[in-house]
């Protein structure tokens, strides 16, 4: 089993910044690859980036290339989402997700393991 929790949502200003931590536990190795979506009220998942624990490989939603960036300092710590140069529609629930696949993947349903979601609000 695995299990994932984020944490670092808040309320920040129209070009403010935050991080999210996602803490990854159990069998870890179910999970080489881990993925950040978020989702308002009503609407599907949108996928926001990904990471791939073997190589570090990374990949951006158009959207929030050049302002977010998803990394870990090392293979068995948390993975962070830096989101920077935030703007109100960046407003959303953001979810942590793991999958057993070096894919990373940008949909929702190709995900096995979720966390709860954080708020991450963006004032204008």
């Known amino acids: 089993q695995v299990q994932l929790a984020e944490s670092g949502g808040g309320l920040v200003q129209d070009g403010g910044s935050l991080r999210l931590s996602c803490e990854i536990s159990g069998r870890t190795s179910e999970v080489p690859t881990t993925a950040w979506f978020r989702q308002a009220p009503g609407k599907e998942s949108e996928f926001v980036a990904g990471?791939?624990?073997?190589?570090?490989?990374?990949e951006y939603d158009g959207s929030v290339k050049g302002r977010f960036r998803t990394f870990r300092n090392n293979p068995g710590g948390p993975v962070y989402l830096q989101m920077n140069s935030l703007k109100p529609e960046d407003t959303d629930v953001y979810y942590c997700?793991?999958?057993?696949?070096?894919?990373?993947?940008?949909?929702?349903?190709?995900?096995?393991?979720w966390g709860q979601g954080t708020q991450v609000t963006v004032s204008s």
């Open positions: 990471i791939r624990r073997r190589d570090v490989t990374t």
């Open positions: 997700a793991g999958r057993g696949s070096l894919i990373i993947a940008t949909m929702a349903n190709d995900y096995t393991y």
